[in-house]
C-alpha cells in the first residue's frame, strides 16, 4: 500500500477551461498538471514569494481528476484515468461495446484491479458498473460534472467595430464533487499559494467570478504492485533528455498519447505574445521503468520578444508522479 496526500477542489462558481485549440465553444473537464502548478507559482509571487531560479517548489503534483461527495460526512469517490495500455477481453453482449468504449474513469476499486494485472470487464457483471465514463460499483450521479453554453459578446476597445458574439461552454459540478489530485513532496508553498488561488479562481474569465473553489484535505491508500517493469503517469511528463525516453520506450506494453502545450502570455502588456511550445505526454500514458518515482523536467516556455523587456521566467512543470502498473 502507498499512501498519498489529497487536495480536494470543491468549486462554488463555473469553470471555462480552454484547450489548445482555443475554442471557448468547449471546455475541458479537468485541469493538467502544469496548468495547475502555474497558478500555484502566479499566487506565490503575487504574495512577493521568491520563486527559485529552476522553478521548483519542491514538490509534485498529479493533473487533477473528478470526484464525487454525496454530502460533507460522506467519503469522497475517487476516479482515476484508464491507463492507456490493457487488453480488452471479448465481450459475449456485443452491443455494450459502445458502453465500454466510453469507460474514461476507473474508481479506486477497478483503478487498482487494473494497475494489478486485472483485466478490464473480463467479468461483465462490471458492465453494469458503468455510469457514463466512469466505472464504479458506487451510486454516483451520471451528471455529477455537465455542461452548459452560454452565449457572449466581444465588444471592440476602441469602439470602433461592432459587437462579435460567441458562445463559451462552462462546467459545474454538484454539491461537494469536484476535482482532486494528489502530491510529493514539501506541502507548506502549496498550501499557501492555494489560500489564495481559490478566492482568485483558476481557468478563464476569472475576472467574473468563474473558476472559485475551496479546498479541503485528504489521505488515499492504493494498493500498488511490487514488481512491475512499467509505470503510469498520473501528470503531464515532459522527458527530462533523449536518453531518458529512448529506455523509456524500450520493452513491451508501453503506450502514450501527447499534447501540445503552449498558449497565450498572461503578463500585461504582453499577452498578444504566444509563449514557446512543447509537447508533453498525458495521463495515463505507460511506460517502461522500474522505478515509480517523479520523472520529469521543468522547462522555461519564455520566448524572444523583440524590442521588449520581458525578463521574467514562464514555468512549465513537465515533473510527474509515477505509479508502477502490471499490465495484463
Same mark, same amino acid.
Given at each position: 500500500?502507498?499512501?498519498?496526500?489529497?487536495?480536494? =477542489?470543491?468549486?462554488?462558481?463555473?469553470?471555462?477551461?480552454?484547450?489548445?485549440?482555443?475554442?471557448? &465553444?468547449?471546455?475541458?473537464?479537468?485541469?493538467?498538471?502544469?496548468?495547475?502548478?502555474?497558478?500555484?507559482?502566479?499566487?506565490?509571487?503575487?504574495?512577493?514569494?521568491?520563486?527559485?531560479?529552476?522553478?521548483? =517548489?519542491?514538490?509534485?503534483?498529479? &493533473?487533477?481528476?473528478?470526484?464525487?461527495?454525496?454530502?460533507?460526512?460522506?467519503?469522497?469517490?475517487?476516479?482515476?484515468?484508464?491507463?492507456?495500455?490493457?487488453?480488452?477481453?471479448?465481450?459475449?453482449?456485443?452491443?455494450?461495446?459502445?458502453?465500454?468504449?466510453?469507460?474514461?474513469? =476507473?474508481?479506486?476499486?477497478?483503478?487498482?484491479?487494473?494497475?494489478?494485472?486485472?483485466?478490464?470487464?473480463?467479468?461483465?457483471?462490471?458492465?453494469?458498473?458503468?455510469?457514463?465514463?466512469?466505472?464504479?460499483?458506487?451510486?454516483?450521479?451520471?451528471?455529477?460534472?455537465? &455542461?452548459?453554453?452560454?452565449?457572449?459578446?466581444?465588444?471592440?476597445?476602441?469602439?470602433?467595430?461592432?459587437?462579435?458574439?460567441?458562445?463559451?461552454?462552462?462546467?459545474?459540478?454538484?454539491?461537494?464533487?469536484?476535482?482532486?489530485?494528489?502530491?510529493?513532496?514539501?506541502?507548506?508553498?502549496?498550501?499557501?499559494?492555494?489560500?489564495?488561488?481559490?478566492?482568485?479562481?483558476?481557468?478563464?474569465?476569472?475576472?467574473?467570478?468563474?473558476?472559485?473553489?475551496?479546498?479541503?484535505?485528504?489521505?488515499?491508500?492504493?494498493?500498488?504492485?511490487?514488481?512491475?517493469?512499467?509505470?503510469?503517469?498520473?501528470?503531464?511528463?515532459?522527458?527530462?533528455?533523449?536518453?531518458? =525516453?529512448?529506455?523509456?520506450?524500450?520493452?513491451?506494453?508501453?503506450?502514450?498519447?501527447?499534447?501540445?502545450?503552449?498558449?497565450?502570455?498572461?503578463?500585461?502588456?504582453?499577452?498578444?505574445?504566444?509563449?514557446?511550445?512543447?509537447?508533453?505526454?498525458?495521463?495515463?500514458?505507460?511506460?517502461?521503468?522500474?522505478?515509480?518515482?517523479?520523472?520529469?523536467?521543468?522547462?522555461?516556455?519564455?520566448?524572444?520578444?523583440?524590442?521588449?523587456?520581458? &525578463?521574467?521566467?514562464?514555468?512549465?512543470?513537465?515533473?510527474?508522479?509515477?505509479?508502477?502498473?502490471?499490465?495484463?
Amino acid at each position: 500500500m502507498a499512501k498519498f496526500k489529497v487536495y480536494k =477542489l470543491h468549486f462554488k462558481t463555473p469553470l471555462h477551461l480552454g484547450d489548445e485549440r482555443d475554442d471557448y &465553444s468547449i471546455s475541458l473537464k479537468t485541469i493538467h498538471s502544469d496548468t495547475m502548478y502555474s497558478a500555484l507559482i502566479s499566487s506565490l509571487a503575487k504574495m512577493g514569494n521568491d520563486i527559485p531560479q529552476d522553478g521548483d =517548489l519542491g514538490f509534485t503534483i498529479s &493533473s487533477l481528476f473528478p470526484f464525487y461527495q454525496e454530502n460533507e460526512e460522506s467519503n469522497a469517490n475517487y476516479f482515476f484515468p484508464k491507463p492507456l495500455k490493457q487488453t480488452m477481453p471479448k465481450l459475449k453482449d456485443i452491443s455494450k461495446a459502445k458502453d465500454v468504449k466510453k469507460v474514461l474513469w =476507473l474508481d479506486k476499486y477497478y483503478f487498482e484491479k487494473i494497475i494489478n494485472g486485472a483485466t478490464l470487464f473480463e467479468d461483465e457483471e462490471s458492465i453494469t458498473c458503468i455510469k457514463g465514463e466512469y466505472l464504479t460499483e458506487a451510486n454516483i450521479e451520471k451528471d455529477f460534472i455537465s &455542461s452548459q453554453v452560454f452565449p457572449r459578446v466581444t465588444v471592440s476597445r476602441s469602439g470602433q467595430e461592432d459587437a462579435k458574439p460567441f458562445y463559451m461552454e462552462k462546467i459545474f459540478f454538484t454539491d461537494n464533487s469536484g476535482l482532486f489530485f494528489i502530491v510529493q513532496g514539501e506541502t507548506d508553498l502549496l498550501e499557501k499559494a492555494l489560500n489564495l488561488l481559490q478566492h482568485e479562481g483558476i481557468g478563464t474569465d476569472r475576472n467574473v467570478g468563474n473558476g472559485f473553489f475551496e479546498y479541503t484535505t485528504d489521505e488515499i491508500e492504493i494498493n500498488l504492485p511490487k514488481d512491475s517493469v512499467n509505470i503510469m503517469s498520473l501528470s503531464l511528463f515532459i522527458p527530462e533528455d533523449q536518453q531518458q =525516453l529512448v529506455k523509456m520506450f524500450e520493452g513491451e506494453n508501453v503506450a502514450y498519447d501527447f499534447v501540445r502545450r503552449g498558449g497565450w502570455i498572461t503578463t500585461p502588456p504582453y499577452n498578444t505574445y504566444r509563449k514557446n511550445a512543447v509537447y508533453a505526454f498525458l495521463p495515463g500514458s505507460v511506460f517502461n521503468n522500474r522505478s515509480s518515482e517523479t520523472h520529469g523536467k521543468i522547462v522555461d516556455l519564455k520566448p524572444e520578444i523583440e524590442h521588449a523587456n520581458f &525578463s521574467h521566467s514562464i514555468w512549465r512543470n513537465g515533473k510527474a508522479i509515477f505509479i508502477p502498473i502490471t499490465s495484463s
